[in-house]
Nanobody, 125 residues
């Protein structure tokens, strides 16, 4: 059973930046994918970005390309989400998740097997 721990959330003003981290309790296989998702109150969980852990292939939701960057540190079994030019609508709970075997990094939550507890992001205008 893999455990994921997100960190790095907090409160920022619009236009600011945050870097989220997702640390895994075990080794993330090179064939696995790690995704970041977010959920605002009253809204469905949305896939934000995903990365194939070994090859580093990435996938982003179109609306966030250019502002969010996903990366990974294979030695630390950690995935990051760098968020810049944050907007109030970026606020929500951010979760990371692991898809144990993947091809192209998916943004659909149903593809993922393990989830973290989330880290809260608040963006004030």
């Amino acid at each position: 059973q893999m455990q994921l721990v997100e960190s790095g959330g907090g409160s920022v003003q619009a236009g600011g930046s945050l870097q989220l981290s997702c640390a895994a309790s075990g080794v993330i296989a090179s064939s696995a994918c790690v995704g970041w998702f977010r959920q605002a109150p009253g809204k469905e969980r949305e896939g934000v970005a995903a990365i194939r852990f070994g090859a580093g292939l990435t996938n982003y939701v179109n609306s966030l390309k250019g502002r969010f960057t996903i990366s990974r540190d294979t030695a630390k079994n950690t995935v990051y989400l760098q968020m810049s030019s944050l907007k109030p609508e970026d606020a929500g709970m951010y979760y990371c998740a692991v898809d144990l075997i993947c091809g192209s990094p998916p943004l659909q939550a149903r593809e993922y097997h393990y989830w973290g507890q989330g880290t809260q992001v608040t963006v004030s205008s």
